[in-house]
């Protein structure tokens, strides 16, 4: 039995969608296709998108690689079949540490684990940290991240901190950040805490589809006043939009020359290293 006329036109689609952007999670690309009036925004044009997605990379219309799943990855432990195999694999992942030339810390937390792959891949090069929260964070992460930030406003004598948000526009998304700052302070930390996005006029920027705020949550009310009844999920963001925003509040708020100074270092030490393991063979 064949496909639906319907099925086949949005899987084409979501493949025009993937081929140039990906990968990107099944929400990211449900939002893409909300905003082609493909599918309806509620939860049956969801359902939709995923089953399509399913159908699509069952039947090898769509890359798998495409489409990723940060929820749910495998816990796999690393081994060798010896030490020198071991040292070949490690060797290439030395890093010199950029923060001790750097004026401040910078990290960003982020609400959806969901798009962590994103974040992970724009950060790794400048050594950010990225912290995820999935909600609101824990008590235990909490106090992780107070021990490494110090007094957090250089009071201490340590260097300020500054923390990159990016969470929901909803009344929970916006709240979380409130709460970061407030759990922060209860150990005596006071990093400078700035939303990166989804910020307020990335709504009609680019038009970006709704998710109505829900008035059972208890900060809705407050949120609603403020905003409208409108929120919108960080997901609905382009993904590019969304790289280029958190590579520019990092270049923004780190010193670029001393990082290129500690890269080139790194560099040399590598080539250093190779040359020496060349030796041992």
Do not use: C
């Amino acid at each position: 039995m064949g496909m639906h006329r319907k099925t086949v036109e949005l899987i084409e689609l979501a493949k025009e969608i993937l081929a140039a952007e990906h990968p990107m999670t099944v929400r990211q690309t449900y939002y893409r296709l909300v905003s082609r009036q493909a599918v309806e925004n509620a939860l049956g044009g969801y359902r939709a998108t995923m089953n399509a997605l399913k159908t699509a990379r069952l039947k090898g219309m769509i890359p798998w690689e495409h489409v990723e799943d940060r929820l749910r990855p495998p816990r796999h432990v690393s081994m060798w079949d010896s030490p020198a195999e071991f040292a070949e694999a490690v060797w290439p992942q030395y890093r010199r540490d950029v923060w001790k030339t750097q004026p401040a810390l910078l990290e960003s937390w982020l609400e959806k684990d969901a798009l962590s792959g994103i974040f992970e891949q724009v950060l790794e090069p400048y050594g950010v940290t990225l912290n995820v929260g999935r909600g609101y964070d824990g008590w235990s992460s909490i106090k992780e991240a107070a021990d490494r930030y110090g007094a957090g406003d250089g009071s201490d004598g340590g260097r300020p901190v500054s923390v990159i948000y990016f969470g929901d526009h909803d009344p929970s998304g916006e709240d979380m950040q409130r709460s970061l700052g407030k759990r922060l302070a209860h150990f005596g930390s006071r990093p400078a805490i700035e939303r990166v996005a989804i910020l307020r006029e990335d709504i009609e920027r680019y038009n970006l589809p709704p998710d109505f705020a829900k008035k059972s949550d208890t900060r809705a009310r407050a949120f609603i006043e403020a905003h409208g009844d409108e929120a919108v999920e960080l997901d609905a963001l382009p993904a590019a939009v969304l790289r280029q925003r958190l590579t520019d509040a990092v270049e923004k708020r780190m010193d670029m020359d001393a990082l290129v100074d500690v890269q080139r270092e790194e560099a040399g030490d590598k080539r250093r290293v190779k040359v020496w393991m060349s030796g041992r063979k």
